[in-house]
């Protein structure tokens, strides 16, 4: 087995990606924050069961029973729109730096976080098989 391949690291390793590609949108936001009409946007939480199904490979998660809760998985937009008209300045634009500053900090520690579990993990796994 490929230690990348590990469902534990390759969990991790997709929280990292979406933690980079938020940062990415929120660095746009404070980026304009004085574009005339510009709203900030941030991208959805990650769904941990879908991140589950994408895991389990071949043994989905499926209803046995017709009694079961369905397992259904909402689709939609990659992106959400943060502010709403009432909440814009008086140009249109609808930046808080503050907000967005708070969501910037607490994305980079929980990518650190992520991070760091990876790097133990991969310890971990390098002192089990002796290398």
């Known amino acids: 087995m490929n230690m ?6 390759s969990l991790l ?7 980079h590609q938020r940062q990415d949108v929120l660095s746009q936001n404070v980026a304009n ?4 009409g510009y709203v900030a946007r941030d991208l959805k939480a990650q769904d941990f069961s879908s991140m589950l199904s994408g895991q389990t ?3 989905a998660m499926r209803a046995t029973d ?3 809760i369905s397992l259904s998985t909402s689709g939609g937009a990659r992106f959400t ?4 008209p009432d909440q814009a300045n008086p140009n249109g634009n609808a930046v808080s730096l503050e907000q967005e500053m708070i969501k910037v900090s607490e994305t980079q520690a929980q990518f650190q976080a992520a991070a760091n579990l990876y790097a133990k993990a991969m310890t ?3 002192t089990a098989i002796g290398h």
Request: avoid cysteine; charged fraction near 35%; charge should be neutral.
């Open 4 to 9: 990348p391949d590990v469902p534990l690291l």
């Open 13 to 19: 390793r997709e929280r990292m990606t979406w933690l």
């Open 33 to 36: 924050a004085d574009t005339p």
């Open 57 to 59: 490979r071949g043994s």
């Open 66 to 68: 017709p009694r079961h």
């Open 81 to 84: 729109d943060e502010a709403s």
């Open 124 to 126: 971990m796994m390098r």
